[in-house]
T-cell receptor
Framework: DAKTTQPPSMDCAEGRAANLPCNHSTISGNEYVYWYRQIHSQGPQYIIHGLKNNETNEMASLIITEDRKSSTLILPHATLRDTAVYYCIVIRDNYGQNFVFGPGTRLSVLP | NAGVTQTPKFQVLKTGQSMTLQCAQD?????MSWYRQDPGMGLRLIHYSVGAGITDQGEVPNGYNVSRSTTEDFPLRLLSAAPSQTSVYFCASGGWNSYEQYFGPGTRLTVT
């Protein structure tokens, strides 16, 4: 599975959009991009995933570049409860199972 | 529907002791797995199972055993605890027709 690179930390003002980048330049054609987050010390929580098209759900949007070498997770209106570590994971299976978690990006939403 | 449950929440062991971390899910998921998370790090896969009677090793399996006798339960056994096994342990489950994995609340283990 492809490796990912994320900035270690980011800040975002409450109510503004949070844009979290992820680089996955070695991604293969059949690999999906998944995003999970971990609030404080809880278990990780699924956010969104995609293959090559942009995706949106009630939590976030996922923008994948045309060459699929990078992606951006967008939280449209960040709240204090969005403060968490966000993990970008690339995995071959659509039904992602054996994840490889990197250190992720620690997002701090500031009042 | 309780999701994924883990017991105990906290545990302190002495070096050389053994114990079992319990994980159960009530979603009839085929896939279950165990991860460990060391301070400031991401999660690393220990063992996983794709169904009752089937288990396999992940990235860091040494010092741990698992078995899967039922769909619901996936216990993790520490054979002889070492300080290097001090960590937070997360259990997860997922169905083959679902892209989402569900994680339990974690067990915080300290080995002295």
């Amino acid at each position: 599975d492809a490796k990912t690179t994320q900035p270690p930390s980011m800040d975002c003002a409450e109510g503004r959009a949070a844009n979290l980048p992820c680089n996955h330049s070695t991604i293969s054609g059949n690999e999906y991009v998944y995003w999970y987050r971990q609030i404080h010390s809880q278990g990780p929580q699924y956010i969104i995933h995609g293959l090559k098209n942009n995706e949106t759900n009630e939590m976030a949007s996922l923008i994948i570049t045309e060459d699929r070498k990078s992606s951006t997770l967008i939280l449209p209106h960040a709240t204090l409860r969005d403060t968490a570590v966000y993990y970008c994971i690339v995995i071959r299976d659509n039904y992602g199972q054996n994840f490889v978690f990197g250190p992720g990006t620690r997002l701090s939403v500031l009042p | 529907n309780a999701g994924v449950t883990q017991t105990p929440k906290f545990q302190v062991l002495k070096t050389g002791q053994s114990m079992t971390l319990q994980c159960a899910q009530d979603m009839n998921h085929e896939y279950m797995s165990w991860y460990r998370q060391d301070p400031g790090m991401g999660l690393r896969l220990i063992h996983y199972s794709v169904g009752a009677g089937i288990t396999d090793q992940g990235e860091v399996p040494n010092g741990y055993n698992v078995s899967r006798s039922t769909t619901e339960d996936f216990p993790l056994r520490l054979l002889s605890a070492a300080p290097s096994q001090t960590s937070v342990y997360f259990c997860a489950s997922g169905g083959w027709n679902s892209y989402e994995q569900y994680f339990g609340p974690g067990t915080r283990l300290t080995v002295t």
